[in-house]
């Protein structure tokens, strides 16, 4: 049975990604986990580029990995499907919270789901090849994502992650100003933690 990320939501007709599903390709045994992620975001990168007139990120530290039109940001982000655990970030809430007080800015990630495979050549002299496969693309807008699949973590200013990679991405069923709202709220209470962690910390000092 062909693997699929189970979800509620699937808008990969946003972008014409679906051909690249099943996509296999021969990597060096050498290259790691991060090597071959960074190949898939590549490519994905190149697609979106060709078919969809993207333009790549100006630097390093965009938020995007490629520019759709004037206001879609677009973000790449891989799964090893054979990972003990991923909880990938997804963007600094300060760096969100500017971006979408223009109400035509939108952030989309790309979430690619991949796996590493190990195939014997001749068994007489243990040759083995080293393949990656995309086994699923989902494509999905930050304001339909539920807000159990994520939380605020301590990085920087507070650091928006998915919980769990390996997990269904629910969909938030309701509007993007609802869905802001929301934000609004975890970012108040990531807040007032931090505020009371530093409190009592600073007692130490008094």
Known sequence: MAYSRPALFQETAMFDLNDLTNTKFRVSRRLQ???????IESLVADTLISRHN?????SKRSIEDVMVGD??????KTTDINSNF?????ISIERLRKLYQDPENQIVYVFV???VIDEELDSSVYTQVKYA????IEVRPIETISWCCMHIQSLGNGQLQLKNAHSEIKLYEHSREEWLAQLRSEALIYIEKQLAKLCKYRQNWV
Request: proline share 3%; net charge negative.
């Open 133 to 136: 496969e995309i086994k699923s």
């Open 113 to 115: 789901d991949y796996e």
């Open 54 to 58: 993207a333009t790549q990120a100006t």
């Open 86 to 90: 991923s909880m990938p970030n997804l």
């Open 71 to 76: 206001s879609t940001y677009v973000d790449i």
């Open 33 to 39: 986990q991060r090597g071959i992620a960074d190949y």
